[in-house]
């Protein structure tokens, strides 16, 4: 039989989502990437499990289905999600979208709608471009590189799972494990909640292990891992989840 193929994010707040994964998976290839490749070699064929974009999945829901609890959410602040805006929020014009994201990309576009009827042009941030390079009016940043001080000038800084949760009083969910439907993934659900709660008893050895290297104070980096991310998919999540497909809907976001 074929070798598993899944897919996890390659930031740091997937850490404690694959935490032992190769041991309680020794058959499986775990490979590492930005969400959206993730997203687009699920949708290809070339993984069979992956922690993609929640988005993604409302965009292909015909072929997905839910694989695990286990997730990337927040119930408040989630600090590595941000639009940084060079001009006060209500004039853009213009965004950058963060190359990586996808779910997030869409939530920016829900939020900048919603709260101050705005449809800026859209231009990508590549991966390795730095938002200081762009001249767009504001720029979405996502991952390890929103979490740091910024260099550029900016007006208005949003950490836009704080922005959500006080909207809409729901949790928000990034990312999740998603498989094809009709296959039999009983065994890898649990191999991958057993994961995450090991990884939710060990997160000061993580953020021990992981701050110098992602620029940040051992106890930051705990306090990332611990107060600001969530990783279970409860009852709470779910209806901000489905609130979101529905703001993403209305806007033309989901469709594929
Ligand atoms: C909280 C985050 O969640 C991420 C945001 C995603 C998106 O916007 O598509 C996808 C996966 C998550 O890793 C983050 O990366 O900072």
Not at 65 to 81: F, H, K, N
Not at 144 to 161: F, S, V
Request: glycine share 8%; charged share 20%.
């Amino acid at each position: 039989m074929d070798k598993l193929r899944i897919g996890a994010v390659s930031y740091l707040n997937t850490k404690p989502l694959v935490y032992g994964i190769q041991q309680r998976l020794p058959g499986a290839e775990v490979v590492f990437d930005l969400p959206s490749r993730l997203a687009d070699q699920l949708h290809a064929g070339q993984l069979d499990v992956a922690l993609i974009p929640s988005v993604e999945y409302f965009r292909h829901a015909d072929d997905y289905e839910i694989v695990s609890d286990a997730c990337i959410a927040c119930r408040g602040p989630v600090w590595s999600v941000r639009l940084l805006s060079r001009v006060p929020v209500p004039e853009i014009k213009t965004l950058a979208l963060d190359e990586g994201s996808r779910t997030s990309a869409a939530l920016v576009q829900v939020l900048l709608k919603q709260q101050y009827g705005l449809t800026p042009e859209l231009h990508p941030l590549p991966i390795d471009a730095s938002p200081d390079t762009l001249s767009t009016d504001a720029v979405l940043l996502i991952g390890d590189r929103a979490m740091h001080p910024t260099t550029g000038l900016y007006q208005e800084i949003w950490d836009l799972g704080d922005r959500w949760c006080s909207w809409s009083k729901l949790p928000f969910v990034f990312a999740m494990w998603i498989g094809r439907r009709g296959v039999d993934h009983r065994e890898l659900a649990d191999a991958l909640q057993h994961c995450r709660d090991a990884g939710m008893e060990h997160l000061q050895q993580l953020a021990t292990e992981h701050a110098g290297t992602h620029g940040l104070t051992v106890s930051d980096c705990f306090a990332y891992l611990s107060r600001y991310l969530h990783f279970t998919l409860g009852d709470e999540e779910r209806q901000g989840l489905e609130l979101y497909r529905s703001e993403a809907t209305k806007l033309g976001l989901i469709a594929s």
